[in-house]
């Protein structure tokens, strides 16, 4: 089962394993309510809210996406990774105070209670929906090639492997269990990610070597306007947007902010993800450039990392590390999704039928929920051997064609109390059919039904470029249609928008009060010393 490792390699693989299941039923025996299974009490500390933030990020499309890229492109896709940082300050700093405040369990709960009830089952629908169609879907496909490489598992056994494990520790722990679960997982991944970057670095001469195998361009973040893939208009101007629906208004990664014990913690919790979100561009991003050099191999691709962990490079021991931390990943993120995926399904569709459950009741039906997602995840792997490498690059982009309208009424829905639900929900039906119709006119082409036509340069414009000009469209018309209607009723925006956030106090409202001058100032002087830092950095590979 275990090819081509050593004894000591398995046994760090089945502690890894162990662990995990032992983290899952100690917390599974501490869930009393729906508060403690969905945000494990509203008591989880900075460090277990940073580390899960990150643990959940990163996952199979990262060692195989962001390696990837590496190899072909150089470092350039490291952008989502800094740019990530900047959100996450934004997470903490202007979102996170809103969230808290107003209670919620989920960020559609939070969108009726700032527009209308439509907008909320919108955003859960599509959020579910889009939870087992692309992060499930992907994360088995791409973790099932990964585990097909480097253990010679098939495709179909890797992907059960994972699915059952996330789900026997979400299912009995809940929130709690995954960010506790995930302090270990971060730890795990940074230490087995950066040892193999430490290791391929002297076996390609150091960095100064590296850079004199690998073409001069791959050491340099901005690209011009023309390129396909990653130009500074869109890295500048598109990325931001994505960042900003990804880290600041989606279950999956918001969830675990929700759960801090005050604002103080959720706010630490967030600048200690951006520090972490500083690594992959070298412990992920900069082993598919090593594998490029090491393999001496322009067209190594997806493989990159894969074949670098598979490779004589890592000594016995090590190598068990290294894979442990890429069961990490992949565990981690599919742990995150079924969780996020009961929460919403349990708090914004059952509840909302069944308003008089009992904190009992809500808990089950969570993990009869979760339960369903990791059957539904068991059901798929028979799919995945359908699933191209081409598919698997158009999932990464189809998130520029759903994440700017939900982006456009979260800013806009907090930065000006004179939108309305009318123009939310315009706004959201309106982008979706947009981002549907790109998605439908980009796969036409690719099949080479579209050719020398309107339709053609819809299909070719960047991805990045695309999400801005939807954010536009999306925001104009939310605009304009808040301002042909009425204006929004006094209970949609007292303390939900920033010109109305202190008019109103609720019982949550002391978890946004910092009693702690001093943590403030560190948060503000560590916020400053992250973004010194990226500038930093950019500067250095400009």
Same mark, same amino acid.
């Given at each position: 089962?275990?090819?081509?490792?050593?004894?000591?390699?398995?046994?760090?693989?089945?502690?890894?394993?162990?662990?995990?299941?032992?983290?899952?039923?100690?917390?599974?025996?501490?869930?009393?309510?729906?508060?403690?299974?969905?945000?494990?009490?509203?008591?989880?500390?900075?460090?277990?809210?940073?580390?899960?933030?990150?643990?959940?990020?990163?996952?199979?499309?990262?060692?195989?996406?962001?390696?990837?890229?590496?190899?072909?492109?150089?470092?350039?896709?490291?952008?989502?990774?800094?740019?990530?940082?900047?959100?996450?300050?934004?997470?903490?700093?202007?979102?996170?105070?809103?969230?808290?405040?107003?209670?919620?369990?989920?960020?559609?709960?939070?969108?009726?209670?700032?527009?209308?009830?439509?907008?909320?089952?919108?955003?859960?629908?599509?959020?579910?929906?889009?939870?087992?169609?692309?992060?499930?879907?992907?994360?088995?496909?791409?973790?099932?090639?990964?585990?097909?490489?480097?253990?010679?598992?098939?495709?179909?056994?890797?992907?059960?492997?994972?699915?059952?494990?996330?789900?026997?520790?979400?299912?009995?722990?809940?929130?709690?269990?995954?960010?506790?679960?995930?302090?270990?997982?971060?730890?795990?991944?940074?230490?087995?990610?950066?040892?193999?970057?430490?290791?391929?670095?002297?076996?390609?001469?150091?960095?100064?070597?590296?850079?004199?195998?690998?073409?001069?361009?791959?050491?340099?973040?901005?690209?011009?306007?023309?390129? #396909?893939?990653?130009?500074?208009?869109?890295?500048?101007?598109?990325?931001?947007?994505?960042?900003?629906?990804?880290?600041?208004?989606?279950?999956?990664?918001?969830?675990?902010?929700?759960?801090?014990?005050?604002?103080?913690?959720?706010?630490?919790?967030?600048?200690?993800?951006?520090?972490?979100?500083?690594?992959?561009?070298?412990?992920?991003?900069? #082993?598919?450039?090593?594998?490029?050099?090491?393999?001496?191999?322009?067209?190594?691709?997806?493989?990159?990392?894969?074949?670098?962990?598979?490779?004589?490079?890592?000594?016995?021991?090590?190598?068990?590390?290294?894979?442990?931390?890429?069961?990490?990943?992949?565990?981690?993120?599919?742990?995150?999704?079924?969780?996020?995926?009961?929460?919403?399904?349990?708090?914004?569709?059952?509840?909302?039928?069944?308003?008089?459950?009992?904190?009992?009741?809500?808990?089950?039906?969570?993990?009869?929920?979760?339960?369903?997602?990791?059957?539904?995840?068991?059901?798929?792997?028979?799919?995945?051997?359908?699933?191209?490498?081409?598919?698997?690059?158009?999932?990464?982009?189809?998130?520029?064609?759903?994440?700017?309208?939900?982006?456009?009424?979260?800013?806009?829905?907090?930065?000006?109390?004179?939108?309305?639900?009318?123009?939310?929900?315009?706004?959201?039906?309106?982008?979706?059919?947009?981002?549907?119709?790109?998605?439908?006119?980009?796969?036409?082409?690719?099949?080479?039904?579209?050719?020398?036509?309107?339709?053609?340069?819809?299909?070719?414009?960047?991805?990045?470029?695309?999400?801005?000009?939807?954010?536009?469209?999306?925001?104009?018309?939310?605009?304009?249609?808040?301002?042909?209607?009425?204006? #929004?009723?006094?209970?949609?925006?007292?303390?939900?928008?920033?010109?109305?956030?202190?008019?109103?106090?609720?019982?949550?409202?002391?978890?946004?009060?910092?009693?702690?001058?001093?943590?403030?100032?560190?948060?503000?002087?560590?916020?400053?010393?992250?973004?010194?830092?990226?500038?930093?950095?950019?500067?250095?590979?400009?």
């Amino acid at each position: 089962m275990f090819q081509n490792l050593a004894p000591l390699d398995i046994t760090f693989i089945l502690i890894y394993f162990s662990l995990l299941f032992a983290v899952g039923f100690y917390f599974s025996r501490k869930e009393k309510s729906s508060t403690e299974y969905f945000l494990a009490g509203r008591r989880v500390g900075w460090i277990a809210i940073g580390a899960s933030l990150f643990a959940s990020n990163i996952s199979s499309e990262h060692f195989i996406g962001l390696a990837g890229s590496g190899a072909s492109r150089g470092l350039a896709v490291g952008h989502f990774e800094w740019i990530a940082c900047f959100i996450l300050l934004i997470l903490g700093w202007v979102f996170v105070p809103f969230y808290l405040k107003s209670g919620v369990f989920t960020m559609p709960e939070f969108l009726e209670r700032r527009y209308n009830k439509s907008s909320r089952m919108y955003l859960t629908s599509v959020s579910i929906v889009a939870y087992v169609i692309t992060k499930i879907s992907v994360t088995l496909f791409a973790g099932g090639l990964l585990l097909h490489e480097i253990l010679g598992w098939d495709i179909a056994t890797s992907a059960i492997v994972m699915v059952i494990v996330a789900g026997i520790y979400t299912i009995a722990g809940g929130l709690k269990a995954i960010v506790h679960v995930d302090v270990l997982q971060s730890s795990v991944l940074i230490l087995g990610a950066t040892t193999l970057t430490i290791l391929g670095l002297q076996e390609v001469g150091g960095f100064s070597g590296l850079q004199e195998k690998v073409p001069v361009d791959f050491f340099s973040m901005f690209k011009p306007l023309s390129d #396909p893939d990653f130009p500074w208009t869109g890295i500048i101007f598109g990325a931001p947007i994505l960042g900003v629906w990804y880290w600041c208004t989606d279950q999956y990664i918001v969830q675990r902010v929700l759960g801090g014990k005050n604002i103080n913690h959720a706010r630490t919790g967030t600048i200690l993800a951006g520090f972490l979100k500083i690594l992959p561009v070298f412990i992920l991003v900069l #082993p598919g450039v090593i594998a490029y050099a090491y393999f001496n191999d322009p067209d190594i691709g997806d493989k990159a990392y894969p074949s670098l962990v598979a490779s004589q490079l890592l000594p016995a021991g090590i190598k068990g590390i290294v894979i442990a931390s890429l069961l990490a990943a992949l565990i981690s993120s599919l742990a995150s999704c079924f969780n996020s995926s009961s929460t919403l399904f349990t708090m914004d569709f059952y509840r909302e039928f069944r308003p008089n459950s009992s904190e009992k009741e809500l808990v089950l039906v969570g993990r009869l929920a979760t339960t369903v997602l990791v059957i539904l995840g068991i059901m798929w792997v028979p799919f995945i051997k359908y699933i191209s490498s081409q598919i698997y690059i158009y999932l990464q982009s189809v998130q520029a064609y759903i994440s700017p309208p939900i982006a456009a009424v979260f800013i806009l829905g907090i930065l000006w109390k004179r939108v309305n639900g009318k123009g939310a929900i315009w706004s959201l039906i309106t982008g979706a059919i947009i981002g549907a119709f790109r998605l439908v006119v980009e796969l036409l082409y690719k099949a080479g039904k579209i050719e020398g036509s309107f339709l053609q340069f819809v299909a070719e414009a960047n991805f990045l470029h695309f999400a801005i000009f939807l954010f536009i469209v999306s925001a104009s018309i939310l605009i304009l249609v808040s301002l042909m209607t009425s204006s #929004p009723e006094k209970k949609r925006v007292t303390g939900l928008t920033f010109a109305t956030a202190h008019e109103v106090k609720t019982e949550f409202t002391e978890m946004i009060e910092s009693r702690n001058p001093t943590w403030t100032k560190i948060n503000i002087g560590l916020s400053i010393l992250l973004v010194a830092t990226i500038i930093f950095l950019y500067t250095r590979f400009f």
